[in-house]
């Protein structure tokens, strides 16, 4: 005599299982899923057999179809280099004004820029290239020694200060601490951070104008505009490199700063050179 349970309703053995009160009905799985189910073991049989799959002390089984991840990969990565040979090659025998032109090699110099950019500029000017104290930003459209693609080519290609690189950009402000009085650095420091904000004494300022032609103008202009053939910066455009206030620009007026900017050429090569050249005008500050 059989102790399975018979649902009274249906007159489909149970399980067994309850809960509650609630038994679940031994009902077969679809032919048709049994079916799908086999197939999906011998698929899985038949992968094992065909692609590397199991796993051994040292490696794992080949496969009888010799497949490997890794070789595709690297035939990718192959395919991708020959493909770029040939927008190199363009870029290298071209001027970085007509790379800018071809809306085909702008577009893939600005991305070999942009790789280059995180890699080796990144650290100094920040990963959006908005610069940090010491280090312009060079998505504004002020630029110290000019922001047209030629000139960013020449001061990614020499670098600024370099000493290693005999066309480096060379320009250092003189130590007025061994020039002016106190009284007088206080002044063209009051008068500068008066072109843009309020002075903290505008008599000082007033003063300050007069210390500031006599001995900034030459490089700085008379309207303190700056002048890019020296490197000479805007100080009426209230963008500040080493620093804010009217104690900042006493420092620098006192002991200035000099930052030095590496001479990529060398390191990098004018093909990589160029797409950073296009990258960086492309930020929206290049002239």
């Not at 005599?1 to 149970?14: F, N, R």
């Not at 073991?41 to 002390?57: H, N």
């Not at 020499?158 to 402000?173: Q, Y």
């Not at 797409?275 to 002239?287: D, I, N, P, T």
């Amino acid at each position: 005599m059989s102790d399975k349970h018979i649902d009274e309703l249906s007159g489909v053995e149970t399980t067994g299982h309850e809960w509650d009160g609630i038994r679940e009905l031994n009902n077969p799985m679809p032919r048709w899923w049994v079916w799908t189910f086999y197939v999906t073991i011998l698929w899985a049989v038949g992968y094992a057999i065909a692609y590397p799959s199991i796993p051994l002390i040292r490696d794992t089984t080949k496969g009888l179809l010799g497949f490997s991840s890794r070789a595709e990969l690297q035939q990718q990565v192959e395919e991708a280099k020959v493909g770029q040979t040939r927008f190199h090659d363009l870029i290298a025998a071209k001027t970085v004004r007509e790379i800018d032109a071809d809306p085909t090699l702008r577009e893939f110099a600005i991305a070999g820029g942009a790789s280059a950019f995180k890699v080796n500029c990144a650290p100094c000017h920040g990963s959006g290239a908005t610069g940090a104290p010491g280090f312009p930003n060079l998505n504004d459209d002020e630029w110290l020694w000019g922001g047209d693609l030629e000139a960013i080519q020449k001061t990614v290609s020499h670098g600024i200060r370099f000493d290693a690189d005999p066309e480096t950009h060379s320009s250092e402000m003189p130590a007025f601490g061994d020039m002016l009085d106190h009284t007088q650095i206080r002044q063209v420091a009051a008068y500068v951070w008066g072109l843009t904000n309020t002075p903290s004494d505008p008599a000082l300022a007033k003063a300050g104008r007069q210390v500031f032609l006599d001995n900034c103008a030459a490089c700085h202009g008379e309207d303190a505009k700056g002048k890019q053939e020296m490197g000479a910066p805007d100080l009426a455009d209230a963008i500040w490199l080493k620093g804010r206030g009217e104690d900042a620009i006493i420092r620098q007026v006192t002991a200035p700063k000099h930052g030095v900017m590496p001479a990529w050429s060398a390191r990098l090569g004018e093909t990589t050179v160029k797409e950073l050249s296009v990258f960086v005008h492309s930020l929206g500050g290049g002239k």
